[in-house]
């Protein structure tokens, strides 16, 4: 992003040239170089990656934000040099022309006191550049699992995405271009158009305006493909010059029409649906952002320890897909992001806590349950205890109760688990739901293999141990009985006694439970 200040003077018609590298950048972003603020004026660049959380983030730090925005201008920079130097198309003169405004700021950063960002709006964002991934799960398989890893040395999170320390990383996504090119073209706005969008404006900044391209605000800001409400739709209404469509979107928000209405829902339509449903409707470019959110951040939990792999922070994702209404297979927006995001891209992400902490005594028996890529944390942990071992401290036993459908699919990181095991790290206790016809097993079946464990770690009086769990919610309730049921048997309690054990088990931070 570029910044300028708001004391700015009067430049007129100034004889200097753009850079070298501007050309080419502007030609990586549809002719602008992105989003740019003046300074108090903030520009956002033309980063192809996809609240105010700046207080927040200075108080990670330990200062005053100061260190967090020179390592966000530090990444830009790199960011531009690299992309520069990798392409050789250049922005036509026309093109340059006609975004003279965002030249200006460009070719005199010095007199305007601007500066490129990655999302003014995102206080502790940080642009993380891709240095790996791979795919889990075969090609030819009904789900998409894969492992990604982004490059966080000298960022402001690198010592703040331990994912065995209770941190997950926030990814912003972006809308799939050629979704957005095609939105654009069928409400005939320009992609190159520069518009000020005080909305996204750096929060601790006074006075900050920001400047990008209507190409850039759709791509990386407003939530285009995103599900709306009722809400939107009566914002809507004033925008449509032909009353019968006027009307018939006036009674999509009433009573009377929540059958059609939820109808639509099931069938996923988004505000682009909606907006491009009505020809006669006349939105201007700046009130697009008083009717589209902007796009949130998604939260994912790391598989990595940043004490075992340095200036490294890598996911476990699967690509979410659902059938529609009407059979269309819908997909989720960041984690389709991440799924074609390949080493050398760009994202946006920053730190942010997760109740998933390795206990701080390195002797303590760990019991996990890892659903699907709920699996993450716990490779974090494992990570962890192997980097403690490595320097002497002595750990205590980890035991894995791992679920998924098949295990020559699903296996996710077999290889390292196995090796852990071998190692004694670790004991591996894999439920795979449909590998035997006609027996299904899951988490609970395994937890209850080891009872005799787990009532002397987690029921017995004076024991020490943990549990923990993470993935999908359902199972969730199948644990947690069958936990009760081994305070039970194990310990002739009562249902009254076992459901009190596990209060305090949870209440001590014994039982942790992160479900989604």
């Known amino acids: 992003l570029l910044v300028a200040s708001s004391s700015q003077r009067t430049m007129g018609s100034l004889g200097k040239q753009l850079p070298d590298w501007a050309p080419k950048v502007a030609a990586l972003t549809g002719g602008a170089i992105g989003l740019l603020v003046l300074t108090k004026c903030v520009k956002v660049s033309d980063l192809n990656i996809g609240s105010d959380r700046a207080r927040l983030a200075a108080d990670e730090h330990g200062d005053d934000g100061a260190g967090v925005k020179k390592a966000q201008a530090l990444a830009v920079e790199k960011y531009i040099g690299e992309v520069s130097a990798k392409f ?8 340059l022309e006609k975004n003279g405004e965002l030249g200006k700021y460009i070719a005199f950063k010095q007199e305007y006191q601007t500066k490129f960002m990655a999302r003014p709006d995102v206080g502790e964002g940080q642009l993380l550049k891709v240095t790996d991934w791979y795919r889990l799960t075969p090609a030819d398989y009904d789900r998409t699992t ?12 690198e010592n703040l995405v331990n994912g065995a320390d209770g941190k997950a990383l926030s990814v912003y996504a972006i809308n799939d271009a050629k979704g957005v090119q095609l939105f654009l073209q069928k409400m005939g706005l320009d992609p190159l ?19 990008t391209t209507v190409e850039k605000l ?9 599900k709306p409400t009722r809400e939107f739709l009566k914002k809507l209404v004033p925008f449509a010059k032909d009353i019968i469509e006027k009307v018939k979107i006036a009674e999509l928000t009433l009573e009377r029409k929540t059958e059609e209405f939820q109808d639509r829902q099931a069938k996923a339509y ?10 006669s409707l006349h939105i201007p470019v700046d009130k697009y952002v008083e009717l589209i959110p902007t796009i949130k951040q998604r939260v994912y939990s790391i598989c990595s320890s940043s004490d075992y792999r340095p200036g490294k922070c890598q996911l476990l994702v699967v690509r979410e897909d659902w059938e529609a209404k009407g059979g269309e297979t819908k997909y989720g927006l960041c984690s389709s992001f991440l799924t074609f995001c390949r080493p050398g891209g760009f994202m946006i992400g920053h730190s942010t806590h997760s109740v998933m902490k390795i206990p701080e005594d390195s002797m303590a028996h760990i019991f996990m349950a890892g659903l699907g890529t709920g699996l ?3 490779r974090a942990f494992v990570e962890q205890r192997k980097y403690q071992k490595s320097k002497g401290t002595k750990v205590g036993p980890m035991t894995l109760f791992f679920g998924g459908r098949y295990s020559k699919t ?9 090796a852990y095991e071998q190692e004694g790290l670790l004991k591996c206790c894999n439920a795979w739901s449909r590998d035997t016809p006609g027996k299904k097993v899951y988490v609970q079946h395994k937890i209850k293999e080891e009872e005799d464990a787990i009532w002397e770690q987690l029921g017995k009086p004076g024991s020490k141990g943990y549990f923990f769990l993470c993935g999908s919610k359902q199972p969730e309730k199948d644990v947690y009985k069958t936990l009760l049921g081994i305070m039970q048997s194990k310990g002739n309690m009562s249902e009254a006694q076992a459901q009190r054990q596990m209060q305090e088990l949870q209440e001590a931070g014994r039982y942790v439970t992160e479900v989604y």
Not at 146 to 157: A, L, M, N, R, Y
Not at 218 to 226: E, I, K, N, R
Not at 270 to 279: G, L, N, Q, R, S
């Open 88 to 95: 050789d198309a250049k922005a036509g003169a026309s093109t």
């Open 218 to 226: 759709f791509t990386q800001y407003l939530d285009l493909f995103g």
């Open 376 to 378: 993450a944390p716990f």
């Open 270 to 279: 988004t505000y682009a649906d909606y907006i491009t449903e009505f020809p």
């Open 193 to 211: 158009e520069v518009v000020s969008v005080e909305e996204i404006a750096p929060q601790d900044e006074d006075g900050a305006v920001v400047l």
């Open 146 to 157: 894969f492992h990604i890893e982004v490059d966080v040395k000298g960022t402001s999170i």
């Open 410 to 418: 699903e296996y996710y990181y077999r290889d390292e688990f196995e």
